[in-house]
């Protein structure tokens, strides 16, 4: 089992560590209002914890024998209207380290226990205050950097990801009954469930599986950070533009080419999103094996990009050919695959920045090229136009994905999907084959199961504990 006995009682510290104006203290369980009872004495001499009402906050003292702790506000919520589900209290404290751990230690001394890793999340899916992929949420949310990922949570933990999948195994469901029923009466060889309409039904179903499933990447970089890559050849000014961006000496700049040997990331928030930008080494070949290795992690990183920024020096006097070497008709680009190694370009947004626009003494003869390529101009070094990278990069993003559906951007959540899809294909395949209704079945189960287990219908402890153990204490 992931958990001891439902009946405890357990208590966590719920703000984070270490020493602030104040602490909030949570306890669930049978026994939470009694136990509070002990150790906490109201202003109110004639108030009884035990017999308060739910959602009350009483002032008074924490005390250990004759020695007071604190004064503290408690919070009373009773079953089932409580997060948990259980009788539940909330001590705030003031935040000394030493206050909150002599609440702790009176708390368990008293039959309490310190709660595990999410476990009061995990009591609140047990006990059917919300799904799985809700209870997932809540981790999602307090995780979010961004307003589009902190959206995406929020919608996912009121239930809108939920309620799409709810629908879809419940058509499901149905049409599975019938067959499941059919096998009860294979001797009358009758037929309860339409065939055609079951065709028709599955290849809707697939098709918003399929749906749901490719809206992963996008729901998946919106709560994680969208990864840009910035690239291009040593010595174009890529650290210079790193630091712009950021606003601070991230990365280490000079005129020696080679000097970025290694990969560096940092995260800002543009307009509600949060973009992952990665300094790369110069492409270019090296029999330094240091930093060869730097190379082959860009190449890594490009590959893991959404979004690669290309910079090259706006001074270089073969850009006309540069930029018939990375042009192609409808991309944007000639031989990508080549220099940057990648087979599929068109899965990436690419965007073109011309650095030293500072340094310029002359129009350059290929600029009607660089604008028809939408290519940005700017001075890393003065810090001109960098602004004009940030917008572009908020339009690639929103241009990405229509959010006109639920968005997945959990990765078990895409796994059972995926599942779900490969199990319907199989459906349809044996419907097709004119295969009976027993092996027909196997495969509805799976499709059902698969649905199942994003919400949290068909689970295993396994799961809940790889889930919830990923939560941080008192949560």
């Known amino acids: 089992m992931i958990h001891p006995a439902r009946e405890d009682t357990i208590c966590a510290i719920a703000t984070p560590p270490g020493t602030g104006a104040i602490a909030i203290i949570r306890m669930s369980g049978n026994e939470s209002l009694r136990i509070c009872e002990q150790v906490f004495t109201p202003r109110n001499r004639r108030l009884k914890v035990s017999e308060s009402p739910s959602h009350m906050v009483h002032f008074g003292n924490i005390v250990w024998g ?7 506000l408690v919070s009373v919520f009773r079953q089932p209207h409580s997060y948990t589900g259980e009788n539940a209290v909330e001590i705030s404290c003031h935040g000394s380290v030493y ?9 368990i001394s008293n039959g309490a226990r310190t709660a595990t890793p999410g476990e009061f999340t995990l009591r609140a899916f047990l006990n059917g205050k919300f799904d799985l992929s809700q209870a997932e949420a809540v981790a999602d949310l307090i995780a979010a950097s961004s307003r589009t990922a902190h959206d995406l949570a929020l919608d996912q933990m009121r239930g809108g990801f939920s309620k799409k999948i709810g629908e879809l ?41 399929m749906h749901l499933a490719s809206s992963f990447s996008y729901g998946n970089v919106l709560k994680t950070g969208i990864p840009v890559a910035i690239t291009g050849k040593p010595n174009v000014g890529k650290s210079t533009l790193l630091n712009a961006i950021l606003n601070e000496e991230r990365a280490i700049v000079s005129d020696i080419p080679g000097t970025t040997r290694d990969t560096i990331e940092d995260t800002i928030v543009v307009q509600n999103y949060a973009f992952r930008f990665i300094d790369t080494a110069g492409l270019r070949h090296s029999r330094d094996a240091i930093e060869s290795e730097g190379i082959e992690r860009t190449y890594e990183k490009i590959r893991q990009a959404k979004i690669v920024l290309y910079v090259f020096d706006v001074r270089d006097a073969d850009g006309a050919r540069f930029l018939n070497q990375f042009r192609v008709p409808g991309s944007g680009f000639q031989d990508v695959e080549e220099d940057l190694r990648l087979q599929t370009p068109d899965d990436k947004k690419f965007i073109l920045i011309g650095n030293k626009s500072d340094l310029l003494e002359e129009t350059p003869a290929h600029l009607k090229e660089l604008l028809e390529e939408h290519c940005i101009f700017i001075s890393a070094k003065r810090k001109e136009n960098i602004n004009l990278i940030l917008e572009r990069l908020v339009e690639e993003v929103r241009e990405m994905h229509v959010q006109d559906t639920a968005v997945v951007s959990n990765v078990r959540h895409y796994e059972a999907l995926l599942g779900a899809q490969k199990s319907a294909e199989a459906v349809l395949a044996g419907l097709s084959a004119g295969l009976p209704g027993d092996l027909i079945s196997v495969d509805l189960r799976m499709a059902l199961y698969h649905l199942g287990e994003i919400t949290g219908q068909i689970t295993t402890d396994d799961i809940l504990g790889n889930i919830f153990g990923r939560f941080c204490i008192g949560k």
């Open 66 to 72: 004759e020695e007071m702790i604190d004064e503290v």
């Open 99 to 107: 206050i909150q751990q002599k609440i702790m230690e009176l708390l």
């Open 169 to 209: 195994r419940t058509r499901l469901l149905d049409f599975a009954s019938l067959v499941e029923l059919e096998l009860d009466f294979s001797q009358e060889d009758v037929v309860f469930a339409d065939r055609k309409e079951l065709v028709k039904l599955l290849e809707e179903i697939k098709s918003e599986i």
